[in-house]
């Protein structure tokens, strides 16, 4: 029943991706753009940005080495932000062989690796008050600053412009050999700045020549600013800044198999039409404008899957679910069968979990653009070759990935170790901040235990007031929940804390109180004990 029900949503929808519908949904406001990537109405990608902000990865600044860290072998960029950037010793000689990144590995092989400098070379090279153009591969996170790079890129729909190479390549995610060839004959005959190397990005698959030219013209526009900014603006100072996250859907999004972008903003649905409109008729005509009363997001079901995102328990339609925990460096990914029921073996139904869990896993680390350390607890598998199952199904769900990952194989003890690059912060520490109440823990103190300390401090009080005869009478201020378990079930513990001591001790419910806090005063309103969380 279900394959029919595929097979007339595909002739009823005209999806141009063999039965997947692709849409891209922009909620462009005064203080936050959206811009969310749906699969027949599933979230697979998300990115938010807050125009107010600055975005610092891929924006080129002119700085100033503040000091050198052989110890570290890093230099220590001021480039004009609260923080000095971080520059690694190893990107502060640009060469082709750190760019092969997004080439094949043929080239690889072909181009030797540049000589690395000594620390007395880097010190005479770029002494502290050395001027350097630098690029910001990794923003600010947490308490560290940015980290930057010498090995400069400005990225177009169709190519990568590197000041400063001359590597010419195209990236190995293209992968029919006959493409590759015709690119770099392209490539060959393009008109390239002498100080310049580019390589073919994903996009520039199918494109003719006139869609190169076109994007290196552009190209070569935007380097000649940045080299008049680097001539005539002191440093410390920005000399290239990334497109907002409006341009970037249209340069790194906008495809063959996109079927349509909604946008919910005149203004911003003029603009990317009228960029899209550059890249071909079609693509401008997928790009409509949303006029429905409901928010795009809610309308679109977007909203309810972000919440969903961001718990910390994962449903997953069969049944199973996964736990994730993110801390600074590493995230935990807990994989649990739950109500999954499978007809086959115990070992065929473990295999259908952790298959259903890798994908998953893979797209909430893209939703959450979280990375660092990964590790991953599926349930544990006898069979070897079911491990190697999961493992090549979670390097396949990862290639949609932009971020660069690495994995390892399962370990004995059923863990999957991987990596993931972070550039910057996770989508959880860009909306929301750490609880004032729990302070991040997730977690707050039991009635029984704030009633335990509560007692406890109520005995330390009353036995001080006794040594100095002032014994005066106490009213304590808590929450509500705490003030019940005390009446239910601490009644008597208190009475005989009461007949001990001279003074009356009252107890008064504050609903706007934190759960977790609680403040004892004396009859003159004198703050004798205070815990706020």
Known sequence: MSIIKDFIKRIFTGSSSGGVQREIIVNAEALETRVA??????????????????????????????????DLQAAFVNIGLKKNAFLHYWDMNPDDESRLDEDDESSRQKKPRA????????????????????????????????????????????????????????SRKIGDADERK??????????????????????????????FVRDLRVLRSAYDDLQKAVAEKAAPCCVYEEPDLIMRVVRDWMSEDIDRIVVDNPAVFERIREEAGKISRRARNVVRLYDGVAPIMDHYGVERQLRETFRRKVPMKSGAYLVIDETEALIAIDVNTGRHKSKGTQE??????????????????????????????????KSRKNQQQVLRAMRNA????????????????????????????????????????????????????????????????????????????????LHPAVLNRIRTEDEALITEIQKDYAGKLSFKADPLRQFDSFTILDDTGKTLYNVVE
Do not use: W
Request: proline residues 6%; positive net charge.
């Open 37 to 70: 990537v749906l699969e027949n109405g599933r979230l697979e990608d998300f990115q938010v940005e807050h125009p107010s902000e600055e975005r610092m990865v891929g924006s080129i600044f002119k700085g100033r080495i503040q000091n050198l860290e052989n």
């Open 115 to 170: 000589k690395r400098f000594s620390n007395e070379e880097i010190a005479t090279r770029y002494p502290p008050g050395a001027v350097i153009t630098v690029q910001v591969s990794k923003g600010p996170i947490s308490t560290k600053g940015p980290r930057v790079t010498a090995s400069l890129s400005i990225p177009g729909r169709y190519l990568v412009l590197m000041p400063g190479c001359t590597l010419r390549g195209v």
């Open 182 to 211: 015709r690119l770099k004959s392209v490539l060959d005959r393009l008109p390239l700045p002498p100080d310049c190397g580019v390589i073919v990005r994903t996009a520039g698959a199918g494109a003719n020549k006139r869609s």
């Open 348 to 381: 065929d139904s473990i295999l259908e979990v952790n298959l259903e869990a890798v994908e998953e896993v893979a797209r909430q680390l893209r939703l959450r653009n979280i990375g660092g350390l990964v590790v991953i607890d599926l349930i544990d598998m």
């Open 398 to 477: 990862l290639r949609r990935d932009k971020a660069r990952t690495n994995i390892l194989p399962i370990s004995d003890l059923g863990l999957m170790e991987m990596t993931r690059q972070r550039l910057e912060e996770s989508l959880l520490s860009q909306m929301h901040q750490t609880c004032p109440c729990c302070h991040g823990l997730g977690k707050v103190r039991s009635p029984l235990q704030l009633s335990i300390d509560i007692q406890r401090q109520l005995r330390a009080i009353c036995r001080r007031n006794k040594e100095q005869h002032k014994e005066t009478d106490l009213s304590i201020q």
